[in-house]
């Protein structure tokens, strides 16, 4: 049996959609697999509206430790060159190389921080 997150996860839905649609709080890899065959019209509709742009799940992977979680991208997000848990100290990641500068990005999925080096902007 799995979950309705884990149903959520898998099919790339939002958990509020999932609920919202009467996915049961839990169900067989076997109902799964054949939501995932045949989809309802709702969940071929949504797919069908996809962007594309973000996913809807991502996994985050400490760069530092290897925790991992399931979180929903935000917009604000960049493409971040390191991702670590909040417990690390940035002197545990490599430097960023020469000529790049280095931002930090608090409230990445639940405990996370995402690094990003970049050029300093001309100007």
């Known amino acids: 049996m799995i979950t309705r997150r884990e149903a959520a996860l898998r099919l790339d839905i939002p958990l509020e959609m999932a609920h919202r649609h009467g996915i ?3 169900l067989s890899e076997a109902e799964l697999a054949e939501m995932e065959a045949n ?3 709702w969940l071929a509709q949504s797919r ?14 400490c760069d530092v430790c290897g925790f991992t979680e399931a979180a929903r991208p935000k ?6 060159t390191y991702v670590s848990c909040d417990d690390h100290g940035y002197d545990e990641l490599p430097a960023p190389a020469a000529g790049l500068r280095r931002r ?4 990445v999925g639940s405990r996370f921080v995402g690094i990003l080096d970049e050029a300093p902007a001309q100007g």
């Open 24 to 26: 049961p709080a839990r």
């Open 39 to 41: 989809p309802p019209a």
């Open 48 to 61: 069908a509206n996809r962007t594309g742009k973000k996913p809807v799940w991502v996994e985050l992977r």
């Open 75 to 80: 917009k604000w997000w960049p493409d971040f």
């Open 104 to 107: 930090e990005y608090d409230g």
